[in-house]
């Protein structure tokens, strides 16, 4: 069995460390492809667990971390990600989904290929390019001004008599084939490794502290964005394309405006068919929202736009064969089977791990250990079996089986839906000791050095059995084990005191309730404020929530009645921890609101803002619980359904002065 958060942490340690050593060092040890390889198991690892993920993790940096020998630099505004799609379905959804939330019957869209470069950040005052950096975390970024100087494409000065006092735009650094299969050839004559694909180049040139190195790459870049103007902003986003051409940008290629969803659709499978041969690599076609003023009452989710898709294209598949398969206990109980595969390059990356997700995925495929299949990945999802090649079966194959008992603890295992899990929970040592090590994670309560290692040695060795016992270490029996010396023991006794205070959405997401991510335990401290109150939710009241649907809500009602968990939290309130909660007040206190047509002073991501601020809960759609109704310009359905069900309406003046 695979303990996956080692796994992760091994391959978060690996990982800092070849950064270390390219980057800061310039001195790799491993080939790119090896690199990017383990960045990749990484990525897959989080995504099939996403309780494991943490903000200090690789992936949530873009081609290496933040370097201390670049200066940082604040993003003139956040660089976001793109929520990933691949089917028309999804795309029409999106669509109808978008209308019923702007209350429009139509919406043009601006489709661009989806280039597989580095973001940067490229910021002109007065005409003059004065600084760039890297994407970054999204909002700080490191200061790469000098190697973005180096690639042609980047002018010095904008084209115009009458440039802008502030021009940030958001671009894409790539390198096109056929100067990757040229670098590739210098590096593999002189002896040295080679990239694993273009991206990987580019970025690497981009980060490098020669700009010579920069220069010496032949790079591009295409720019897509605005993140700050002071001039008078364009209505659109075709708008916007044309404002950076004329200004001497050069941008996406093929970007194209299509009237109707359908014409967006038909785009990405016309892209889709040449990308083979342009020399340039994408992975799909970005749909974007054409009128800003819509981008702007849609407004941000957590980490991506709600105006903007990447429709992703067809994964690439090659073929390969099954050496094993293993099954892996999650922290929530769930047993996973994995594939091992024969390590088969797909799409530029080496995979030997694929997931079968569960038994109902194995008996439908009809994959047996010894078979040949096909695999493939598309984007950043976990590596998939999509196809066994049954005529290549020679008969030596041999069928797998969920096994009956948990290969962590010996507990029969029970079926739930189409998966298995073992019931023990924190009686399960997989369970107890990966919950240990989410509960101390950096986003959780936050113990630094409390890794899966430690808490591999301290529970071996009878110190801790759940979460409660960290709270009960002592300095002499820590000073007794391996390895440990003062330095070690003191900085361990230290984090923990340190982490007896938390938050109560750290707490909530520490506690590793299943379905409960970071982003729902502040939606969670948001409208109870109490650990207590959280407790007490009946099922009724956590449907109440926003964003809570009726699994999230069971999930944590299971979790809170169970006595186990309930036990476990009382132990730790006993030993001190504190959780640190919210007070809920505010004008808006307990009130639903839903805002419709376009506000005059006020985005529509600020009114919502403010409706959280005071205690409210900004909602999409006009229900019968909804309080009221803010009504600016040109409102729509939502509005004629407020009055005909007799609810409140007010304009955004009052809503102002409600708050003032």
């Not at 002109?124 to 100087?149: A, C, H, I």
């Not at 990356?349 to 008996?363: F, G, K, P, Q, Y």
Request: aromatic share 6%; net charge negative; proline share 4%.
């Amino acid at each position: 069995m695979v303990n996956i958060a080692k796994r992760i942490a091994e391959l978060r340690k690996e990982i800092k460390k070849h950064n270390d050593l390219y980057y800061a060092k310039g001195k790799p040890v491993v080939s790119d492809s090896e690199y990017d390889l383990m960045v990749r198991e990484l990525r897959e690892l989080e995504k099939a667990h996403p309780e494991f993920l943490t903000a200090d993790s690789p992936t949530q940096k873009v081609g290496a971390p933040l370097r201390s020998t670049f200066a940082k630099i604040e993003h003139a505004s956040p660089m976001l990600s793109l929520e990933s799609i691949y089917t028309d379905e999804e795309l029409l959804k999106f669509d109808k989904t978008s209308s019923e939330d702007l209350e429009v019957q139509h919406i043009e869209y601006v489709a661009e290929p989806k280039l597989d470069g580095f973001s940067v950040e490229l910021v002109y005052e007065k005409g003059t390019f004065v600084r760039g950096s890297t994407r970054g975390d999204g909002y700080m970024g490191e200061d790469v001004t000098n190697n973005l100087k180096a690639i042609k494409n980047v002018p010095a000065e904008l084209k115009g008599a009458k440039p802008p006092a502030l021009l940030a735009v958001r671009g894409e650094v790539l390198m096109h084939i056929g100067d990757f299969q040229e670098l590739n050839k210098v590096q593999s004559a002189a002896g040295r490794d080679v990239f694993a694909n273009p991206r990987n180049a580019a970025a690497g040139a981009v980060r490098n502290l020669d700009p010579g190195v920069t220069q010496s790459r032949n790079l591009d870049i295409y720019c897509y964005g605005l993140l700050a103007y002071s001039g008078k902003m364009p209505s659109t986003h075709l708008e916007t394309i044309e404002l950076l051409e004329r200004s001497g940008l050069k941008t996406a290629p093929g970007a194209r405006l299509c009237r109707t969803a359908d014409e967006a659709i038909k785009y990405h499978h016309d892209l889709e068919k040449k990308r083979d041969d342009l020399d340039y690599e994408l992975d799909g076609v970005v749909i974007k929202i054409n009128s800003l003023e819509y981008q702007d009452r849609l407004g941000m989710r957590t980490t991506n736009p709600r105006w903007a898709v990447a429709y992703k294209f067809e994964a690439r598949k090659e073929v390969t064969r099954v050496e094993d398969i293993v099954v892996q206990v999650g922290r929530t109980g769930v047993l996973t089977p994995v594939a091992l595969l024969q390590p088969v390059e797909v799409g530029g990356v080496t995979i030997s791990r694929a997931t079968l997700h569960n038994m109902d995925e194995i008996e439908r495929l009809g994959v047996q250990v010894g078979d040949h299949v096909k695999v493939e990945r598309a984007g950043d999802v976990i590596p998939k079996v999509v196809e066994v090649i049954r005529d290549k079966r020679s008969g030596s194959e041999r069928s797998f089986s969920m096994p009956l008992k948990c290969p962590s603890c010996g507990t029969q295992v029970e079926k739930e839906d189409v998966h298995y899990r073992c019931p023990a929970g924190l009686g399960c040592p997989a369970q107890v000791k990966e919950s240990m090590t989410h509960y101390a994670a950096k986003d959780a309560v936050d113990i630094d050095g409390f890794s899966d290692r430690t808490v591999e040695q301290l529970f071996a060795e009878g110190l801790i059995s759940g979460i409660s016992d960290i709270y009960g270490l002592k300095r002499d029996d820590l000073l007794k084990l391996d390895g440990w010396k003062d330095k070690k023991t003191d900085n361990i006794l230290s984090a923990i005191e340190r982490s007896r205070e938390v938050t109560l959405d750290r707490f909530i997401f520490g506690l590793g309730i299943r379905k409960v991510g970071k982003h729902i335990a502040a939606i969670l401290m948001k409208k109870f404020g109490t650990l207590d109150k959280l407790r007490k939710a009946s099922v009724d009241d956590l449907l109440g929530v926003n964003e809570v649907g009726p699994e999230i809500a069971g999930s944590i009602s299971d979790f809170f009645r169970n006595p186990v968990n309930a036990t476990e939290i009382d132990k730790l309130m006993s030993m001190g921890v504190r959780v640190i909660e919210k007070e809920i007040k505010g004008e808006l206190l307990g009130k639903k609101i839903v805002f419709t047509g376009s506000l005059n002073k006020l985005s529509r991501s600020e009114a919502k803002k403010l409706v959280e601020d005071n205690g409210g809960e900004p909602i999409s759609t006009v229900t019968s619980d909804t309080d009221f109704v803010v009504a600016g310009d040109k409102a729509g359905s939502k509005l004629e359904k407020a009055r005909k069900a007799g609810i409140q309406v007010i304009s955004e003046e009052e809503f102002l002065r409600l708050l003032a």
